[in-house]
């Protein structure tokens, strides 16, 4: 069983330009979560999703991010026009259903670098 | 916000008991402990989970006072590749987790 997987593992863009981090959860795995870990600084929350719905939003900038998990294929964390402070490794992870035991598996990790 | 308070550093020498502790005085009644650890830039990984009682895995144990207002994971016996982040959660069932800044695990030779 594979585990999750993210793509690309590193990513480079200039200021403007779009940022598309993809992860594809464990099989069997409904439920994805993302998170943002800036350099020396802890994992922050970003969003929680199930199939096709969006759970929990709460830590997700206002402006320029959203996130889709669509019926099909693997959930995405779109970032609009980055900026330098975007820079940061960004974990997915995933989880089978909604009564977990709260065991998530996370991926590898995107790593965005903002020229 | 994180509802743990974590002792920033610490060290171990192979081969001896890691013994990390965890403070979580707000913690509610339905909330569960959870330890995940960072080695270095990884992913996190997933170590053990308890609610009232002790716990032991094949990784570790958590120890959690009776009145649940603190806890203690165990390495029995730390190596180098324990090196890590060790990243003590209370979370609600089905809630998110909510890391906060961890304890840095060094084990020496």
């Known amino acids: 069983n594979a585990g999750v997987m993210q793509n690309p593992r590193h990513l480079v863009r200039r200021r403007g330009q779009e940022a598309r981090l993809r992860c594809s959860p464990m099989?069997?795995?409904?439920?994805v979560y993302w998170y943002r870990q800036l350099p020396e600084e802890g994992l922050k929350f970003m969003v929680y999703?199930?199939?096709?719905?969006?759970?929990?939003e709460s830590g997700m900038p206002k402006e320029r991010f959203s996130a889709e998990f669509p019926k099909e294929g693997p959930s995405i964390l779109r970032i609009q026009q980055v900026v330098r402070g975007d820079s940061a490794a960004y974990f997915c992870?995933?989880?089978?259903?909604?009564?977990?035991?709260?065991?998530?598996?996370f991926g590898e990790g995107s790593r965005l670098t903002v020229l | 916000d994180a509802k743990t308070t974590q002792p920033t550093s610490m060290d171990c020498a192979e081969g001896r008991a890691a013994n990390l502790p965890c403070n979580h005085s707000?913690?509610?009644?339905?909330?569960?402990v959870y330890w995940y650890r960072q080695i270095h830039s990884q992913g996190p990984q997933y170590i053990i989970h308890?609610?009232?009682n002790n716990e032991t895995n094949e990784m570790a144990s958590l120890i959690i006072t009776e009145d649940r207002k603190s806890s203690t994971l165990i390495l029995p016996h730390a190596t180098l590749r324990d090196t890590a982040v060790y990243y003590c959660?209370?979370?609600?069932?089905?809630?998110?987790?909510?890391f906060g800044t961890g304890t840095r695990l060094q084990v020496f030779p």
């Open positions: 707000t913690i509610s009644g339905n909330e569960y």
């Open positions: 999703l199930q199939k096709e719905n969006i759970i929990d």
């Open positions: 308890g609610l009232k």
């Open positions: 099989k069997g795995h409904s439920h």
């Open positions: 959660i209370v979370r609600e069932p089905s809630d998110k987790l909510i």
């Open positions: 992870a995933s989880s089978p259903n909604l009564e977990d035991t709260g065991e998530l598996f």
